[in-house]
């Protein structure tokens, strides 16, 4: 048996193993910090024939959460999306920990739905909320449906929109598009997704 044949690392083309001289090695970090990403570290030895010159291998992966403000949301965008797949998602309407009031960075994104909205004058809407899997169950349900209404009363309230066009909803953390496991993939589970009725 060869190495390349059992290890995709290839430390060393047509390095000869066996059970005893090949040890992996791998280990996740979960930080607690809310703005810290978890580690993943995975260590490689093999000995071959000359166990005074050993094949080593150390690969480190640090994650990091999401950054806010990367995402933009773009009125243009949104019409592609809607037009090629039925549906867009929301990633820069920023909400507390627990609470549907939108904070105020979140501006930027509603005029670009409501510019959207405008620009789509005869589209009709589901407003659906999505929360992460932290949490009581039936609480993120609720929250996710709140979320929705405060997405839909600033559009009708700040922006003119007729409420007839936007039916809220929410589906907590029924629908996630990344693994709850970590902070980055439950910031993005944490979205409100625009839904062509």
Do not use: W
């Amino acid at each position: 048996m060869y190495l390349r044949d059992i290890n995709p690392l290839d430390i060393k083309e047509n390095m000869a193993v066996s059970d005893d001289d090949f040890r992996y090695l791998s280990a996740k970090l979960d930080r607690r910090q809310e703005d810290a990403g978890t580690v993943y570290m995975s260590l490689c030895v093999a000995l071959g024939s000359r166990a005074d010159n050993p094949g080593v291998q150390v690969d480190v992966i640090e994650t990091r959460p999401m950054e806010k403000g990367k995402v933009k949301t773009d009125s243009g965008a949104l019409a592609e999306e809607i037009q090629a797949t039925g549906v867009a998602s929301i990633h820069d309407l920023y909400f507390d920990t627990g609470k549907a009031e939108i904070r105020p960075e979140s501006k930027p994104a509603l005029e670009e739905i409501a510019k959207f909205l405008e620009q789509e004058a005869e589209l009709t809407l589901y407003v659906v909320g999505h929360t992460d899997s932290r949490g009581d169950f039936d609480y993120n349900m609720t929250l996710s449906k709140r979320r929705a209404e405060a997405v839909v009363e600033t559009l009708v309230s700040d922006y003119g929109i007729n409420r007839e066009r936007l039916h809220p909803n929410g589906v907590g953390p029924l629908a996630p598009t990344a693994t709850n496991e970590t902070e980055e993939g439950r910031t993005k589970n944490r979205r409100v997704e625009l839904v062509k009725f």
